[in-house]
Nanobody, 122 residues
Framework: QVQLVESGGGLVQAGGSLRLSCVAS????????MGWYRQAPGKQRELVAG???????NYPSSVKGRFTISRDDAKNTVYLQMNSLKPEDTAVYYC????????????????WGQGTQVTVSS
């Protein structure tokens, strides 16, 4: 069974940094794209970073230049380095594994982690 386990969330002051990690079960990591999504209270879930099997990355304008996604295939782990955090980055952050990563969801057959809370205080 596929599992995605996130860690690294917490409380940080505005301007600070956090690094999220997501460990994936070995059966899928090397054959799928990985992404990080977030969902704030009362808002839709949104993609904040994606990385393909080949290592190509994409970000929305809201986080570009501040967030960096990377993957370590040897460790079956994907990371999200978040710098210059803002209060509006406060949300539950979810790791996702799927062949198709869309702006608000993932394609059929994809998987979600359980989420990790990130809170940025002003």
């Amino acid at each position: 069974q596929v599992q995605l386990v996130e860690s690294g969330g917490g409380l940080v002051q505005a301007g600070g940094s956090l690094r999220l990690s997501c460990v994936a079960s070995g059966s899928i990591f090397s054959i799928t794209n990985m992404g990080w999504y977030r969902q704030a209270p009362g808002k839709q879930r949104e993609l904040v970073a994606g990385i393909t099997i080949e290592g190509s990355t994409n970000y929305p304008s809201s986080v570009k230049g501040r967030f960096t996604i990377s993957r370590d295939d040897a460790k079956n782990t994907v990371y999200l380095q978040m710098n210059s955090l803002k209060p509006e980055d406060t949300a539950v952050y979810y790791c996702a594994a799927a062949k198709l990563l869309m702006a608000r969801s993932i394609g059929s057959g994809g998987y979600w982690g359980q989420g990790t809370q990130v809170t940025v205080s002003s």
